[in-house]
């Protein structure tokens, strides 16, 4: 409260037990109104069953009637997700030598960039974290274009 840092609780909270869940619900209501910056915890969360439920939440729409499939965009369906409302990650730091996404964010991954270390996650400290932020900085943020010369642009058309 003192940061006035807001908490949130992504995925299937209600897998948690009753004890955590009800500390979890209190601290998200009491930090509601904070802005200074968003914690966003992923619990029990999983990308292809967000994107599964944010699906089931247009389809019903469209089968109330109140949405029309030609509605249907990328802005909707980011809508629907838990993480509606957040940013989209700009970096994901992947630990324990792993190379996979695993299920998270994928939707919101899209256009992020990708960290892997070696580090396992409880030794993963500032110094760690500093070196994946230092490589992030030294990257060109594209977003999907190419804007390295045409030479670039002709290969990757090819």
Same mark, same amino acid.
């Given at each position: 409260?003192?940061?006035?840092?807001?908490?949130?609780?992504?995925?299937?909270?209600?897998?948690l037990?009753?004890?955590?869940?009800?500390?979890?619900?209190?601290?998200?209501?009491?930090?509601?109104?904070?802005r200074?910056?968003?914690?966003a915890?992923?619990?029990?969360?999983?990308?292809?069953?967000?994107?599964?439920?944010?699906?089931?939440?247009?389809?019903?729409?469209?089968?109330?009637?109140?949405?029309?499939?030609?509605?249907?965009?990328?802005? &909707?369906?980011?809508? $629907? =997700?838990?993480? /509606?409302?957040?940013?989209? *990650? #700009?970096?994901?730091? @992947?630990?324990?030598?792993?190379?996979?996404?695993?299920?998270?964010?994928?939707?919101q &991954?899209?256009?992020? $960039? =990708?960290?892997? /270390?070696?580090?396992?996650? *409880? #030794?993963?400290?500032? @110094?760690?974290?500093?070196?994946?932020?230092?490589?992030?900085?030294?990257?060109?943020r594209?977003?999907?274009?190419?804007?390295?010369?045409?030479?670039?642009?002709?290969?990757?058309?090819?």
């Amino acid at each position: 409260m003192k940061r006035d840092i807001r908490v949130l609780a992504l995925g299937d909270t209600e897998r948690l037990p009753p004890r955590v869940r009800e500390a979890l619900a209190e601290t998200v209501a009491a930090t509601r109104d904070n802005r200074g910056m968003t914690v966003a915890l992923a619990l029990s969360y999983g990308g292809r069953q967000d994107i599964v439920n944010a699906a089931r939440s247009i389809a019903r729409a469209v089968a109330d009637g109140a949405l029309s499939p030609d509605q249907i965009d990328e802005q &909707l369906v980011a809508r $629907e =997700l838990t993480t /509606t409302g957040l940013p989209d *990650p #700009d970096l994901l730091i @992947r630990t324990s030598g792993e190379l996979r996404v695993s299920n998270f964010f994928l939707f919101q &991954l899209a256009y992020t $960039e =990708l960290y892997f /270390t070696d580090t396992l996650w *409880p #030794d993963f400290r500032e @110094r760690e974290f500093l070196s994946a932020i230092a490589a992030y900085q030294l990257r060109e943020r594209r977003f999907g274009a190419v804007t390295n010369g045409s030479d670039t642009r002709l290969r990757a058309q090819n």
